[in-house]
């Protein structure tokens, strides 16, 4: 049986990064990178532009092999892992063969939720994860005339504008009652509905799809108490869950994802997890949505790193704060944090600015004067030092107004003041 | 991975003129369109302050880390540059950056982010009030990276203490060709002499007694010279060494004029043998022979100002340096390697000790700069032939009391104590200021004699 001091499953953005601060600390110990692909890696952000046809798919490899070779990281692809045995520290591949680690990385990601759609399975359907799926939905996005996006998150709109732009007709489906949900309020939800709706995009929200049905050429949907709507391409883009199908009687604890600590070790013995493979607690400790982004998964993933490789300056991980940069017909929405609660209390503040018909909406979520959220439509800030002012606590006090007047040159003044 | 230029900012000296942001715009606009700044100054009203945005080029770049196209990578010359034909314009590089050194311009469609104009920053060269410097230092430290290390690797140190740095970047620059001399304290502690009958550095080092140092290293330079062997003779000694138990060994080498480097790793006292007191030590300090108790508090004498003594010796060079102006150290470790070929060199360095004047061990740099900046220690430089000459402004300094804050030995002073200090570190600098208005023609004697003539004479 092949040995390696640390293996990594998994070849995107955790386990690339966690790659990375292993050989920062530890420069001699054996390292394995074990992909299921048959290619360089890919980041499933960089999909939707494969889909559009903005970027070749030779042109979006995450790292050269040559990148590995530096590291001197043994990277393989087509290892595909088909369980563990975390009591013996060992894992076996698809191909039969077998693997022992020092430690182990989970790094696999997640993988498209499917909801229970009755008739769902006897459809083609097409879900974004991975390129071959975006190559398919390019290659069918280019002769449907009529396409149906189940899920109005960020993969379903993104998907949904493409496939507009490749000239289809479309109609996104949300269960919700806005687009976005948990990224954006109603009101900025309202305005990059408009926007689809102005470019010609069908946008059903609050409705559920009760079942569909083989056509020729395609699918029948039908929605609640509503008419049929035939589709030639039907793309399921309803969440996604974490991918631990090898994982089962491994040992390592799943719920909503792989149960970690603040150092992305999981319950089983020498064995971490990171990226949207986790069950990602909230960094405000309450029910808002976290995890599920890139930059997440690189933090999580140079948490994990560090702390495999007995890093001293490795920091608990604070806890995922939502942060989306989304782009829609050549506008921009960016939302970092968390909204208020509906019963905040006198401790909460929001300040919004730009109701429906102005030009730009701002939102700023303060608590005990410290920032919680921002969230702008056609609003220019940096997330990036909304992310570290929230992190922090910073107090905000006076500048909150100054905040909501211009969140980027605000934010950057008092971002610079802190840095030393 | 190697260290690279930076641009550093100094908010106290900006007063968002914006001339650095214009510079900018001219620097990156085309004639397809007007470019937004890569470098925004800000105000945040509640502070007053002026604000910075712009990208420090990280050594470990999160915009790089987050980009899903690869479109960010760092080069070798440090740059972390932007790739045009890889970008899909997704911002998620914005959300990993927390200096706002990466945006979008809307005028050019995509991310922007500065790339120091190819090695000569125009913001920089825009500032006229010096609050943009593009610090180069980075260079040095590659240029010193690749010279060999010529001490062993572990050697015992306080933890945070900057002597090694100091023992370690001297003789890498000095070279192997050297007869090194560390005379009892803490750099033979650290292990410069060995331990168990091995060396501790690959060049031939020797132990002096406390006193005779520059004697001994006289008598071996003078030996190799007339062996027709021309070595450098290294003296890295504490403040005791030099200045107390063996100055008059030091005193009379510097007077002679022998051909010796002579450096002096200054920690104001006797510091490996338990903190003791020596002539270096802070008038009000503690120690283990000034201790603080009903009638005692801390010592009742100012230091001596050693380098000015050195000065008055009419020394071929004289410079003091601190380990939080490293740049400045080089170039006057450089500038005294040079003059030690014709005479004697004498180098001061601070040596902030973190066991015996009580400070975290993190806080080492720190101290040096504060130090400095108070012009508790003023940076400066003589040369015979060019009189002295300050290495940085000593106007408007910060209080002294920053300084005596970080620092536990000096926790118990009282008003009257810090009165005193303030006085002394006044005093001082209004000397050096005077000194430096001499403004000696090029190439005049200012202080001091010829000596080389008699040191070539005992030669004989
Ligand atoms: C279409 C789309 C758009 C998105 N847009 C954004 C966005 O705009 N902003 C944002 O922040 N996030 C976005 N995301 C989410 C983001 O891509 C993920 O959060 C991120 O990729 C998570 O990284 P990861 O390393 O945890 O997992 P993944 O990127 O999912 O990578 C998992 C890795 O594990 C490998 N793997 C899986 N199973 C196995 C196995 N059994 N054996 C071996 N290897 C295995 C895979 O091949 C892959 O290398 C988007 C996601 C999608 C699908
Ligand atoms: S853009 Fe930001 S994160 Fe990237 S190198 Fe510059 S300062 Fe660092
Ligand atoms: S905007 Fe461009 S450079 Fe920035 S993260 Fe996206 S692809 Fe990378």
């Known amino acids: ?55 070749p798919e030779d042109r979006i490899a995450l790292r050269e092999r040559g990148w590995f070779d530096d590291l001197r990281v043994d990277y393989r692809q087509q290892a595909h892992a088909a369980a563990l045995d975390s009591a013996h520290s060992r894992l076996r591949l698809a191909d039969g063969s077998e693997i022992g680690y020092g430690k182990l990385l989970l790094a696999t990601g ?25 190559l398919a939905l390019r290659e069918a996005g280019r002769s449907a005339g009529r396409a149906v996006v189940l899920g109005a998150g960020l993969v379903g709109m993104h998907a949904a504008e493409n496939l507009a732009r490749a000239g289809a007709r479309v109609t996104i489906i949300e269960m ?105 607690p909230s960094f405000f400790g309450d029910a808002t949505p976290a995890g599920g982004i890139l930059p997440d998964a690189v933090e999580q993933g140079r948490t994990a790193g560090m702390s495999m490789a007995g890093d001293p300056g490795v920091q608990a991980y604070p806890g995922g704060v939502s942060l989306n940069t989304y782009g829609f017909f050549g506008r921009r929405a960016l939302s970092v944090g968390r909204d208020a609660p509906q019963q905040g209390g006198a401790d909460w503040e929001v300040l919004v600015r730009g109701g429906e018909g102005s030009d730009a909406y701002l939102k700023i979520v303060l608590r005990d004067g410290r920032l919680q959220g921002v969230f702008g439509v056609d609003v220019l800030f940096d997330p990036g030092i909304m992310w570290e002012l929230i992190l922090r606590r910073v107090e905000l006090g006076a500048r909150a107004k100054a905040l909501l007047e211009d969140p980027q040159d605000a934010a950057r003044a008092l971002m610079s003041g802190l840095w030393r | 991975m190697s260290a690279t230029p930076t641009i550093a900012f100094d908010a106290a000296r900006c007063d968002g003129c914006g001339h650095c942001m214009n510079a900018c715009v001219s620097a990156k606009s085309s004639d397809a369109h007007r470019a937004q700044p890569r470098i925004q100054i800000l105000r945040d009203d509640e502070s007053g302050r002026w604000g910075i945005a712009q990208c420090r080029q990280c050594g470990d770049p999160r915009c790089a880390s987050v980009c899903p196209a690869a479109a960010l990578e760092k080069g070798d010359d440090g740059i972390v540059a932007w790739d045009g034909e890889r970008c899909v314009n997704c911002l998620i590089c914005t959300a990993g950056c927390t200096f706002g050194g990466i945006a979008f311009s809307a005028a050019e469609g995509h991310v922007v982010k500065c790339d120091q104009c190819e090695g000569a920053p125009q913001c920089v060269a825009a500032c006229t009030r010096g609050a943009l410097r593009y610090v180069t230092t980075a260079n040095l430290y590659n240029r010193w990276g690749d010279l060999e290390d010529l001490f062993v690797p572990g050697l015992g140190g306080c933890q945070g203490c900057n002597t090694e740095l100091i023992m370690r970047h001297t003789l890498r620059r000095v070279g192997s060709n050297t007869v090194l001399a560390t005379p009892p304290g803490c750099i033979p502690g650290m292990g410069s002499v060995g331990y168990n009958g091995m060396l501790g550095c690959k060049v031939p080092v020797f132990h002096p007694l406390l006193t005779n140092t520059a004697s ?60 003791q007191r020596s002539g270096s030590t802070t008038y009000g300090a503690w120690t283990a022979t000034t201790p603080i108790g009903e009638s005692a508090r801390g010592k009742t004498q100012d230091a001596k100002n050693l380098p000015l003594l050195m000065m008055w010796h009419g020394c071929e060079y004289v410079a003091t340096a601190s380990t939080a102006f490293m740049e400045d150290f080089y170039a006057k470790l450089e500038a005294a390697l040079d003059a030690s070929q014709r005479g004697f060199a004498y180098l001061h360095l601070y040596s902030p000790c973190t066991s015996g004047w009580r400070f975290p061990s993190a806080s080492n740099i720190e101290v040096a700069r504060k130090a400095v900046e108070t012009n508790f220690a003023v940076l400066w430089e003589y040369r015979r032939d060019q009189g002295l000459k300050l290495s940085r402004d000593i106007e408007d300094p910060a209080p002294v009391t920053e300084y005596l804050k970080l620092l536990g030995k000096f926790r118990h002073l009282d008003a009257t104590q810090i009165a005193h200090i303030e006085r002394h570190v006044a005093e001082q600098a209004q000397v050096l200021r005077e000194l430096a208005r001499m403004h000696p023609r090029e190439g005049r004697q200012v202080v001091g004699h010829q000596s080389d003539l008699m040191a070539v004479d005992l030669d004989q």
């Open chain 1, 110 to 134: 997640a993988a498209p939720a499917v909801p229970p759609i009755a008739g769902l399975s006897d459809v083609r359907f097409h879900v974004l994860r991975t390129l071959d799926d975006a």
């Open chain 1, 1 to 55: 049986m092949e040995q390696f001091d640390y293996v990594v499953l998994g070849a995107s953005h955790a386990a690339l990064e966690a790659l990375r601060a292993i050989r920062a600390h530890d420069s001699d110990g054996s390292i394995a990178v074990l992909d299921r692909e048959a290619r360089l890696p890919v980041s499933p952000t960089v999909l939707p532009y494969v889909v559009s046809g903005k970027r």
């Open chain 1, 176 to 280: 919700r009652d806005q687009v976005l949900p948990g990224y954006f309020d109603a009101t900025a939800a309202a305005r990059i509905q408009a926007a689809f709706h102005d470019n010609g995009v069908e946008v059903l929200t609050g409705r559920r799809v009760e079942r569909v049905a083989p056509r020729a050429g395609g699918c029948t949907v039908q929605l609640d108490g509503g008419d049929p709507c035939d589709a030639d391409l039907l793309l399921v883009a309803a969440g996604v869950r974490p991918e631990v199908s090898y994982l089962a009687g491994s040992g390592v604890a799943v719920e909503r994802g792989v149960v970690v600590d603040a150092f992305m070790r999981s319950t089983a013995a020498n064995v971490w997890a990171a990226g949207d493979v986790v069950q990602t």
């Open chain 2, 216 to 275: 001994m290293l006289t008598g071996i330079r003078r030996q190799y010279k007339r062996k027709g062997r021309n070595v450098t003779a290294l003296a890295l000694a504490g403040d005791g060494g030099a200045g107390d138990v063996g100055f008059q060994s030091l005193s009379g080498a510097a007077e002679r004029g022998e051909q010796i480097l002579f450096i002096c790793v200054d920690n104001e006292g006797y510091m490996n043998t338990g903190a």
